[in-house]
């Protein structure tokens, strides 16, 4: 460790996003890996690890398959690369809808080994009873309403919710069972502007948007979709780089300078400092 002094910086916490509601917009990203971590911490509030880590890092084709073990991995980078920023981890599917038990035996696992100020757990009908055991238990929880792509599998592929009446009404409903629960914050993911606005509305807790407009309290988006790091992406993403196109530029040039020997150059090789005698 460096002798120099290292500055302290208080990590934003849970009290403080549910302090946001209605204020300046909550700033999030997904995180899934140390570096990264570090450059999204300067400019987010919250960073999520996600379980599209199963997708977007491992190449899964749904997040059904994500472990707890992955999530305290990658959890872990993510602490080691930020300071600042609170971070959250998702919890994966199968390790929380047990009951109430299960889910506090994991969530406390998944915060001791990683350190994160708090977990995400999807808001189905029946989470909020286990939202409620968690937070009282002295773990922060965030909710997740509307599409949830842990249930990808019931729902046959991942669509927008809460088009028709009765959909509509079973999306608020979670989201004010979840906010009620005790949850510090709720992602709203693929739902219409109006639905997002009658949440956000509805309930006193700060609602973060991913595909669910500018109604929401705050915006969340998967990192390397933001960065263009796919060839495709939802209607709801900006994509604010081309890192497909930059790596590709990149690893073209590379194997170009390699195949023609222009690399590595004397500037990049090492030298002995005594001739060598052969
Ligand atoms: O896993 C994830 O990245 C998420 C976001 C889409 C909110 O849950």
Redesign the pocket.
Known sequence: MSSQKQEAVKRISAPDIRARKGGEPIVCL?AYDAPTAALLDDHCDLL?V????GMVVHGMPN?VGVTLEMMILHGQAVMRGSRRAMVVI?MPFGSYEGGKEQAYQNCARVMKETGAQGV?V?SGPTVAETIAYLVQRGIPVMG?VGLR?QAVLTDGAFKAKGRTDEERLRVLSEAEATADAGAFAV?I?GVAEGLAREITLAIDKPT?G?GASSACDGQ?L?TPDMLGLFDWTPKFVRRYADLRGDIDRAVGAYAADVKARRFPAEVETYFSKKPVTP
Do not use: R, W
């Open positions: 997904t999520l996600g379980d599209s880590v997040t998702d995400k999807e997740h792509p992602v993911e973060i991913i969340i998967v």
